[in-house]
């Protein structure tokens, strides 16, 4: 007998016969003797809903009441799921994040969890109940309804998971686990039976769009397995782990992730002198725009050429602070480039095989692709190209490192 948090998306509870689905799922997990916690997204487009509606009364609604108004996406679904599951002799209560008491700082619309009580969880399922939590929410230490951002049901069933002790996490969702790179970029791709904490993260951040970033850190810091499956097929899935020596001997690398939403900045001609690395990117910072990967190079006549990435939803605000500071500290010129993507290999079986990145490189140049940046880490490598090739690059690199499933007889 475990107690297992299980957490469902908006894509798995988007109708009420999904609803009923989860139900039957649920039950079946509950009479195999386990204790089960649920935790459960809004029904899917539901908080762009109303979100939709807050803007049709104020362009930038006032945060608190934001809140107050998405969190009630979680409520119908949490009542909607218990009542499924006392219809079918399942006994379960639904308990919002304030009925819980998930205790969050104050900041609204992406509030960190500082605190959960679980005596109450703890009194339900001793009583034999399957407790539905809401996702996404929690209270501030004003009573003030909070949500903690996009993603943050992830977040909310990890942490669940971390305060009860819980022997897995499983977030359910519209895939069946982790795989090696995009499948519909590679249909040769494989399911991953196990990762790493440290290489989800990379893959989270990199592009994968499996699981949230926030909840993999979280799960990482306490140690909480993860398991990636699908809400309506069965299967193994992907169990997320802090454990490396299996992964040691996997493949090199474990994953290919890629990511379209880049833009490229460059000044060029810039004074080479102390701090104007800062007077370029301090700018930037205090306009809220993330800096991902940055290039420097030193010309012979003491000016340098400085370039970096950014989301493509914030590069006309970056070129417009850039173009202010190339007037300001005289820089020659400011360039940039929308049509580029970022490919990245993953894998902590890097820290012990030389020569990974000279067999990406090798394996770009047969395909002809010029690499415009590099960036490394301990377990990943990444490369700025340009757009139009990423589906190539990525089917090249994958076969590279072996990660191609076998074909099948009579393939």
Same mark, same amino acid.
């Given at each position: 007998?475990?107690l297992?948090?299980?957490?469902?998306?908006?894509?798995?509870?988007?109708?009420?016969?999904?609803?009923?689905?989860?139900?039957?799922?649920?039950?079946?997990f509950?009479?195999?003797?386990?204790?089960?916690?649920?935790?459960?997204?809004?029904?899917?487009?539901?908080?762009?809903?109303?979100?939709?509606?807050?803007?049709?009364?104020?362009?930038?609604?006032?945060?608190?009441?934001?809140?107050?108004?998405?969190?009630?996406?979680?409520?119908?679904?949490?009542a909607?799921?218990?009542?499924?599951?006392?219809?079918?002799?399942?006994?379960?209560?639904?308990?919002?994040g304030?009925?819980?008491?998930?205790?969050?700082?104050? %900041?609204?619309? !992406? #509030?960190?969890?500082? *605190? /959960?009580?679980?005596?109450?969880?703890?009194?339900?399922?001793k009583?034999? &109940? +399957?407790?539905?939590?809401?996702?996404?929410?929690?209270?501030?230490?004003?009573?003030?309804?909070?949500?903690l951002?996009?993603?943050?049901?992830?977040?909310?069933?990890?942490?669940?998971? %971390?305060?009860? !002790? #819980?022997?897995?996490? *499983? /977030?359910?969702?519209?895939?069946?686990?982790?795989?090696?790179?995009?499948? &519909? +970029?590679?249909?040769?791709?494989?399911?991953?039976?196990?990762?790493?904490?440290?290489?989800?993260?990379?893959?989270?951040?990199?592009?994968?769009?499996?699981?949230?970033?926030?909840?993999?850190?979280?799960?990482?810091?306490?140690?909480?397995?993860?398991?990636?499956?699908?809400?309506?097929?069965?299967?193994?899935?992907?169990?997320?782990?802090?454990?490396?020596?299996?992964s040691?001997?996997?493949?090199?690398?474990?994953?290919?992730?890629?990511?379209?939403?880049?833009?490229?900045?460059?000044?060029?001609?810039?004074?080479?002198?102390?701090?104007?690395?800062?007077?370029?990117?301090?700018?930037?910072?205090?306009?809220?725009?993330?800096?991902?990967?940055?290039?420097?190079?030193?010309?012979?006549?003491?000016?340098?050429?400085?370039?970096?990435?950014?989301?493509?939803?914030?590069?006309?605000?970056?070129?417009?602070?850039?173009?202010?500071?190339?007037?300001?500290?005289g820089?020659?010129?400011?360039?940039?480039?929308?049509?580029?993507?970022?490919?990245?290999?993953?894998?902590?079986?890097?820290?012990?095989?030389?020569?990974?990145?000279?067999?990406?490189?090798?394996?770009?140049?047969?395909?002809?692709?010029?690499?415009?940046?590099?960036?490394?880490?301990?377990?990943?490598?990444?490369?700025?190209?340009?757009?139009?090739?990423?589906?190539?690059?990525?089917?090249?690199l994958?076969?590279?490192?072996?990660?191609?499933?076998?074909?099948?007889?009579?393939?």
């Open positions: 007998m475990a297992i948090v299980q957490k469902f998306g908006g894509t798995s509870v988007g109708t009420v016969e999904r609803i009923e689905q989860v139900a039957e799922k649920v039950k079946k509950r009479e195999g003797g386990d204790d089960i916690v649920v935790v459960v997204s809004a029904m899917s487009g539901e908080t762009n809903r109303l979100i939709d509606l807050a803007k049709q009364i104020s362009e930038q609604p006032v945060p608190r009441e934001l809140d107050v108004m998405v969190s009630t996406g979680e409520q119908v679904t949490i909607l799921l218990a009542m499924a599951l006392i219809k079918r002799g399942v006994p379960a209560v639904s308990y919002t304030n009925q819980v008491r998930i205790l969050t700082d104050s %900041a609204h619309n !992406k #509030a960190r969890i500082l *605190q /959960i009580d679980d005596q109450k969880i703890r009194a339900d399922l009583a034999g &109940r +399957v407790v539905v939590v809401a996702g996404f929410q929690g209270v501030d230490e004003h009573g003030n309804i909070t949500t951002g996009r993603g943050g049901s992830d977040t909310t069933g990890v942490a669940l998971a %971390a305060a009860l !002790k #819980a022997e897995e996490c *499983q /977030i359910y969702t519209d895939v069946d686990g982790v795989y090696t790179t995009d499948p &519909r +970029v590679v249909p040769q791709a494989q399911r991953l039976d196990k990762i790493t904490f440290e290489e989800m993260l990379e893959m989270a951040s990199l592009g994968s769009k499996v699981l949230q970033i926030r909840s993999v850190e979280f799960a990482g810091k306490y140690n909480v397995p993860l398991r990636v499956l699908h809400s309506f097929q069965e299967g193994p899935g992907t169990l997320i782990t802090l454990d490396e020596e299996e040691m001997e996997q493949p090199i690398i474990s994953g290919i992730a890629f990511n379209r939403d880049e833009a490229k900045l460059t000044i060029r001609g810039v004074p080479d002198i102390p701090g104007v690395a800062f007077k370029i990117l301090g700018p930037i910072s205090a306009a809220n725009i993330e800096v991902d990967m940055i290039v420097q190079n030193v010309a012979h006549d003491n000016t340098t050429d400085f370039t970096f990435t950014v989301h493509r939803n914030d590069y006309q605000n970056a070129l417009r602070v850039l173009e202010q500071t190339a007037r300001e500290i820089a020659r010129e400011v360039i940039g480039d929308t049509k580029i993507a970022k490919v990245s290999i993953v894998g902590v079986g890097m820290r012990s095989h030389a020569g990974v990145a000279s067999r990406m490189f090798e394996a770009l140049a047969k395909e002809t692709i010029n690499i415009q940046m590099i960036s490394t880490s301990e377990i990943k490598v990444s490369v700025v190209i340009e757009e139009k090739y990423l589906e190539l690059a990525v089917r090249a994958h076969t590279a490192f072996e990660l191609d499933a076998p074909t099948r007889q009579g393939e």
